[in-house]
C-alpha cells in the first residue's frame, strides 16, 4: 500500500480555488433503487500505479463490476498522485471517485471537494459500518462528524525478527518481551551474542513510526487549533527509552547500517529485530528469499496496545454528475465482494473485519500481528498541519539520537519551528 505526503505549500495555495469550485453544503445523495438504470454509464476513478499484483488485481477487480452493474470504469492512473490530483480538482477534471490517503482527508473535506456519503450509507439496505476496523473508518470521518471516505485497505506496524539471529543467539521468539519497558534490558543482553556488526533492532526516525509512542500516556500532539505540542513532559518520558537505546547501540538506523529503509537492513541481517509495517512482507519474501523471519505485536506501552495506521479511502467528487453511479462503486470496493478481490489479489489488508475473518488472516502466522493492531492502531492523520509537524519532527529527532543536542531541546526546536510555520498557514 502507498502513503503519500502532501505538501503544504501547494494545499494552502490552492486551497481558496478549491473552496471557491467545490461545495458539498447543497450535496443531495443519489442512489439508485434499481442499478440497472445506471448501466451504460462510465465513471472515471482515479489511483496511483501500485505494485504489479496491484495493478492486475485493480483490472479484475473494475471488470467484475462492471459485469454485476453494467457501469463502465475508466481508469486514470497518476505518477505524482497528490499534485496531479490538486491541480485535475482546482481544474474541476478530477475523476468521480478517486483514492484519498487519511493524512489528507482533513484537508480535502475541509475544502469542500468530496462528497458526504453519509445519506448514501443510510439510504442503502444492510450497510454496515461498524464491520469496519474503527481506526480505518474514523480516519475519514472529519471534524464534523461526516464520513468522507470508506477504506479500502490499511497497514500497521508489527514486529519482525530474524529466525536464524536468534536461534543463534539463544533467543526463543517467545523470549521477545510483550511489554516495551521490558525491551532495553532485552536488547542489551541480545546485544552480546549477535555477531559483530549486527544490531539488535533498528529503527525509523520518523513521526510517522513514533507518533502513537508519543500519545500513548493520552496527550496528543496538536492543540484544538491544529498547533504543534512535541515538548509535552509525557511525551518526552516515551520517547525517551528510544534514544537511551540508540545511545547504548541496542537500536540503529537505517542509515547507520547502510541502507535507506529499515526493511533493506533487516533483509541484509544486519538486524534481528526491526518494527515495521506489513508491507515489508512482501518485499522481504520477494527480496531476500534467504531470511526466514516471523512477527508479532508491537509491544505494550503502559499496558496498553498500540501501532500506527496507513489508510487510503475511496472518496467522491463533489462535483461529479454521476453520483449514483459513482456509489455504486464505492459501495463495491469498499464492500465485501470488492475488497475480497483486492485483498487477495493485491496482498493488503482488508478493513472489513468481516473479510478478514473470511480471509482466516488472524490465523496466518506472518500477517496476524497486523491484523490485530487493525482494532487498536492510531491511524496517520492529525488535521491539516500534521505535515508540517511532521517535518520539524523528523528534522530534529536524529540530533537528539545522536546526543548532539537533549531530546527535550529537540522537541521544543521542532515545536517552535512548526508552530511558526503553521501560524502562518493559519493567517492566510
Request: proline share 5%.
Amino acid at each position: 500500500m502507498k502513503t503519500w505526503k502532501p505538501a503544504l505549500a501547494l494545499l494552502a495555495t490552492t486551497s481558496v480555488l478549491l473552496a471557491a469550485c467545490s461545495s458539498n453544503e447543497d450535496d443531495k445523495a443519489e442512489v439508485s433503487s434499481d442499478p440497472s438504470e445506471l448501466k451504460g454509464q462510465t465513471i472515471t476513478v482515479g489511483s496511483w500505479k501500485g505494485t504489479e499484483a496491484e495493478v492486475t488485481t485493480w483490472d479484475k477487480m473494475l471488470k467484475d463490476f462492471t459485469k454485476q452493474t453494467g457501469i463502465k470504469v475508466k481508469k486514470k492512473i497518476y505518477n505524482d498522485y497528490q499534485t496531479q490530483l490538486q491541480t485535475d480538482l482546482v481544474g474541476g477534471t478530477a475523476p468521480d471517485v478517486f483514492y484519498v490517503d487519511a493524512f489528507l482527508s482533513p484537508e480535502l473535506s475541509k475544502q469542500g471537494v468530496l462528497a458526504p456519503l453519509d445519506d448514501y450509507m443510510k439510504q442503502t439496505k444492510d450497510f454496515k459500518k461498524e464491520d469496519y476496523y474503527a481506526p480505518a473508518y474514523k480516519a475519514f470521518t472529519a471534524e464534523d462528524g461526516k464520513q468522507y471516505g470508506l477504506p479500502k485497505d490499511y497497514s500497521t506496524l508489527g514486529v519482525y525478527y530474524n529466525e536464524a539471529l536468534l536461534q543463534d543467539a539463544g533467543v526463543s521468539p517467545d523470549d521477545i518481551p510483550t511489554k516495551s519497558e521490558d525491551w532495553p534490558a532485552f536488547l542489551s543482553e541480545l546485544k552480546d551474542k549477535l555477531p559483530k556488526g549486527v544490531s539488535p533492532a533498528i529503527t525509523t526516525s520518523e513521526l510517522a513510526r513514533h507518533l502513537f509512542v508519543m500519545e500513548a500516556s493520552g496527550t496528543a500532539i496538536t492543540d484544538d487549533k491544529g498547533y504543534a505540542v512535541l515538548s509535552n513532559p509525557a511525551q518526552i518520558e516515551q520517547l525517551q527509552p528510544i534514544v537511551d537505546a540508540y545511545k547504548e547501540g541496542l537500536i540503529r538506523r537505517p542509515a547507520d547500517l547502510g541502507q535507506g529503509w529499515a526493511g533493506d537492513s533487516f533483509g541484509a541481517q544486519k538486524a534481528a529485530l526491526m518494527i515495521e509495517g506489513n508491507w515489508a512482507v512482501a518485499h522481504l519474501k520477494q527480496n531476500f528469499k534467504d531470511v526466514k523471519f516471523g512477527t508479532k505485536e508491537t509491544p505494550t506501552i503502559n499496558d496498553k496496545n498500540g501501532s500506527m495506521m496507513f489508510t487510503v479511502s475511496y472518496s467522491m467528487n463533489a462535483q461529479t454528475k454521476f453520483k449514483a453511479a459513482s456509489w455504486e462503486f464505492i459501495k463495491y470496493a469498499a464492500g465485501k465482494e470488492g475488497m475480497k478481490i483486492w485483498a487477495d489479489g493485491a496482498g493488503t489488508l482488508p478493513s472489513l473485519q468481516s473479510v478478514a475473518s473470511e480471509m482466516k488472516l488472524e490465523e496466518d502466522p506472518i500477517k496476524a500481528p497486523f491484523v490485530k493492531a487493525g482494532a487498536y492502531a492510531t491511524p496517520w492523520q492529525k488535521g491539516d498541519t500534521l505535515s508540517i509537524i511532521a517535518r520539524e519532527y523528523n528534522n530534529q529527532f536524529p540530533a537528539a539520537l545522536k546526543g548532539e543536542v537533549s531530546l527535550e531541546e529537540a522537541m521544543k526546536k521542532a515545536e517552535k519551528t512548526a508552530n511558526k510555520d503553521i501560524k502562518t498557514q493559519l493567517n492566510k
